[in-house]
C-alpha cells in the first residue's frame, strides 16, 4: 500500500487510480490513449466473496492529499482531483478534446449528464440482490432503451456528438453505450448509433488500446460483487 502511495504522489507522470475495473474510469484511460500521453494507471482490486474485502484502498484513501478522496482519482502534479466529470473536463483541456465553442461544450455537459443517467440504470441493477436482478432486468433494458433512441436522435447525422470534431463527450458516451451492448446484444442496433461506435473504435491511435490483450479494454466492467461483470 505504501508503494501505490508513492508512486502517485512522487511519479512525474499523471497518475489515475481506480477499482480493477473499466466501470467509470475507462473514458479517462480512453482519453489518455487517444492523446499519446502516458500516465500510472493505478488499480485496486477487491477481495473475493463473500467479504470483498477494499482495505486496498480504503487503507491509503487519505493519502494523497485529495480533497475529496474517492474512485477515480487523478492526480497531474499540482492538481488532484476526484469526481469522473471533472477529471474528464481537466483532461479535455490537457488532450485537445474541448468543444468548439460555449453553446457546443453546455450541449455536451447535457450528453454526458445523461449518459450518467444511463450508467445508473445499469449500476442498479448490476449492484442489487440476485433476486431484483432477475426480475429487474426486462425493465431496466426498456428504460435503456429509450435513452439510447434519444441519443441517436442528438447525434442525429453529426459524425460526433459536437459536431465534425472529437471531444471527450464522445468517449464518454461510447463507453456508457459499449457496456449497454455488452450487456445486452444488439441494443444498438440503430444505424446512426453503430457508425458513431465504429467510427470511434476506427480512431488511429486508439487501435493498439482496442486490439492489445493487455488493454484495460478487457477488464470487468463491474466489480466482484456485481451480478453482470
Known amino acids: 500500500n505504501t508503494s501505490v502511495v508513492l508512486e502517485a504522489v ?34 485496486y482490486e ?4 463473500p467479504d470483498f474485502d477494499r482495505s486496498c484502498w480504503f487503507d491509503v484513501k487519505f493519502s494523497f492529499g485529495l480533497d475529496f478522496p474517492n474512485l477515480p482519482y487523478l492526480i497531474d502534479g499540482e492538481t488532484k482531483l476526484t469526481q469522473s466529470l471533472a477529471i474528464i473536463h481537466y483532461l479535455a483541456v490537457k488532450t485537445g478534446l474541448t468543444q468548439k465553442d460555449q453553446k457546443e461544450a453546455a450541449r455536451c455537459d447535457m450528453l454526458e449528464l ?5 450508467i445508473g440504470i445499469g449500476s442498479r441493477l448490476f449492484y442489487s440482490s440476485p433476486q431484483d436482478f432477475a426480475s429487474n432486468k426486462d425493465a431496466a433494458v426498456a428504460n435503456a432503451k429509450v435513452v439510447i433512441k434519444q441519443f441517436s436522435e442528438a447525434l442525429g447525422n453529426r459524425s460526433y456528438f459536437a459536431g465534425d470534431n472529437l471531444s471527450c463527450t464522445d468517449f464518454v458516451v ?34 493498439k488500446y482496442f486490439s492489445d490483450p493487455e488493454s484495460t479494454r478487457n477488464l470487468p466492467l463491474n466489480n466482484k460483487m456485481a451480478n453482470f461483470k
Open 10 to 43: 512522487v511519479s512525474t507522470q499523471s497518475t489515475g487510480g481506480y477499482w480493477k475495473i473499466r466501470g467509470l474510469a475507462e473514458p479517462m484511460r480512453m482519453m489518455l490513449n487517444y492523446a499519446g500521453i502516458d500516465f500510472n494507471d493505478v488499480m
Open 46 to 49: 477487491c477481495g473475493d466473496a
Open 114 to 118: 445523461v449518459a450518467n443517467d444511463l
Open 174 to 207: 461510447f463507453e456508457t453505450l459499449d457496456k449497454w451492448e455488452r450487456f445486452q446484444p444488439g441494443i444498438l442496433d440503430i444505424e446512426n448509433i453503430s457508425q458513431f461506435m465504429r467510427r470511434i473504435k476506427e480512431l488511429p491511435t486508439l487501435q
